[in-house]
T-cell receptor
Framework: NAGVTQTPKFQVLKTGQSMTLQCAQDMNHEYMSWYRQDPGMGLRLIHY???????DQGEVPNGYNVSRSTTEDFPLRLLSAAPSQTSVYFC?????????????FGNGTRLTVT | SQQGEEDPQALSIQEGENATMNCSYK?????LQWYRQNSGRGLVHLILIRSNEREKHSGRLRVTLDTSKKSSSLLITASRAADTASYFC???????????FGGGTRVLVKP
């Protein structure tokens, strides 16, 4: 199993550009989520999904969109990049929060917005 | 706002010593988890302790949970250089679908 795969590993955007961060998992996990990690802030939840066709907002959803058309994929879209979105983005999946299943993380996408 | 807060923010110890870090949280939880993050990598799950458990062991790791004080501790015994990493606690609120992370403790184990 590849686990959770994130692409790209690095990305530089100009302010106002849009892009999609890809996330795929091959563990048949129902739950998927996106976090951003900033120095001194820990990880903050952006959006999450409890199954295909279902998404919900996390702690810091503004400026980001998600969709979940399949169990495997959970892309994160930046609509109009801003310097405040410079961060490291992690995708994570699990069998489900309600059963206390641990999260499996990808290796992250490091995004710089200039 | 963060549900979990780790203490200390950074810890430097010699190989072979024990490392202890603490996590405090604000609201009732279903369970508390600890994760490790090596530099430039994603987080890796270490151990999960449920709200009705008080102590749990996994290899050289020992986790305690005190729900009356809303706090948890992670002890790494006989530390190794390979234990150098950041450690995060994470909590999910009762009846919630969100796992909230603290700011982490950076641990440096010197050989």
């Amino acid at each position: 199993n590849a686990g959770v795969t994130q692409t790209p590993k690095f990305q530089v955007l100009k302010t106002g550009q849009s892009m999609t961060l890809q996330c795929a998992q091959d563990m048949n996990h129902e739950y998927m989520s996106w976090y951003r990690q900033d120095p001194g802030m820990g990880l903050r939840l952006i959006h999450y999904s409890v199954g295909a066709g279902i998404t919900d907002q996390g702690e810091v959803p503004n400026g980001y969109n998600v969709s979940r058309s399949t169990t495997e994929d959970f892309p994160l879209r930046l609509l109009s990049a801003a310097p405040s979105q410079t961060s490291v983005y992690f995708c994570a999946s699990s069998y489900g929060m309600m059963v206390g299943s641990p999260l499996h993380f990808g290796n992250g996408t490091r995004l710089t917005v200039t | 706002s963060q549900q979990g807060e780790e203490d200390p923010q950074a810890l430097s110890i010699q190989e072979g010593e024990n490392a202890t870090m603490n996590c405090s949280y604000k609201t009732s939880i279903n369970n508390l988890q600890w994760y490790r993050q090596n530099s430039g990598r994603g987080l890796v799950h270490l151990i999960l302790i449920r709200s009705n458990e008080r102590e749990k062991h996994s290899g050289r790791l020992r986790v305690t949970l005190d729900t009356s004080k809303k706090s948890s501790s992670l002890l790494i015994t006989a530390s190794r250089a390979a234990d150098t990493a950041s450690y995060f606690c994470a909590t999910d609120k009762a009846a919630g679908n969100k796992l909230t992370f603290g700011g982490g403790t950076r641990v440096l184990v010197k050989p």
